[in-house]
């Protein structure tokens, strides 16, 4: 608990002037004026002043002085705006995250993809296919958002800019897609908890609400996408609120330690981060068919492209035939005769010359 005093005090760290500020603030002139701050930094500003001049009769007047402001206007509309956009992108995005967490998980319960997979597909083009299929949702998405908010709704602002922010926020959402479907082989129960990991990761912006939050902490917390959006319209609100507008003047401008610019690069950075995680895990995660890979395999030399040559790679493989040839016959040497059914002789034959294709260590 901060004592009476010194939250009295005005805050410092703010800059005298900003671009975005129109209206006066009450609340700082009277502190200014009736807590006392003003007479103890008059006392301390004399004080410095004599032992540094060497002269008592030196001396400070402290004066407030009104200053020129442009005409004050009241815009509750836009203070309006401020407080609902980030809520109505929030709102917005839910279905295609939904239906998108659904169908790519529905793919893998119905087996309809390791079907695909057995027919020679890549992981590369399937998941391509999917970011193609979600970027033109996004895309139309965006841009029928983009003309009610332009036209009607945040018309001081520059349209490039709108358009950005509603994109890439779209955009971004995409690895959380990546992430719970990996996890999930019910499509229904993918979705559902699909849906609560985007309205839960909206709760870090409770860590950076303060106003003086610092910049390093603001970034951390803007690795979750939701909380990107929401800072990076907070500050674009108030400049619409300023019937400035945020445009490619003032993209670096701050306010409360944080800037359009900013946002959109940190944006940038969770569509790249989200996407390749949930890539990740959908090699490492255990699942019904195929091999999962190491942890550390985008590690390794193979991964890559770092191969051995091709002779070594032959002789390494006939000796594990021929390795598990003769583990098999000590296997088989043991087993009911009811239970196993042996080659026959003109298997054996072939087998003697060669003449069959062995496949050795299939697993499911």
Known sequence: MQPTWLTAIPNQKKPVWNSYEYTYNQ?????????????????????????????????????????????YRIDDYGRLITAVFSFCLFIIFIP??????????????????????????????????????????????????????????????????LFLLVWLYGQSLFGIILITQSIFTRARAAAIVTALVYFGSGTFQYFVSDPDTRFRDRFWASLSPTVAMVQTTAVLGQFETSQVGSKTGNIWAEYNNFTVAHGLIVLTIDCVWLTLFGLYLEQVMPKTFGRRRHPCFFLMPSFWGCRVKSDCKFKHLSSQVTASDQSSKFETASLNPLCYEPPGPELEEKEKRNALLKISGLRK
């Open 96 to 161: 295609p995250l939904f239906r998108t967490t659904y169908r790519i998980v529905a793919e893998k319960e119905n087996k309809v993809k390791e079907s695909m997979r057995m027919m020679g597909l890549k992981d590369l083009p399937y998941w391509a296919s999917w970011l193609t299929y979600y970027s033109l949702t996004n895309t139309v998405l965006t841009f029928l958002v983009w003309i009610i908010l332009y036209l009607k709704a945040v018309s001081k602002s520059d349209g490039r800019i």
């Open 27 to 71: 609340q700082d002139f009277s502190d200014y004026t009736t807590s006392g701050f003003i007479l103890l930094q008059n006392w301390v500003a004399n004080t410095i002043l004599k032992r540094q001049t060497g002269k008592e009769d030196a001396s400070i007047v402290t004066m407030v002085v009104p200053s020129r402001l442009p005409p």
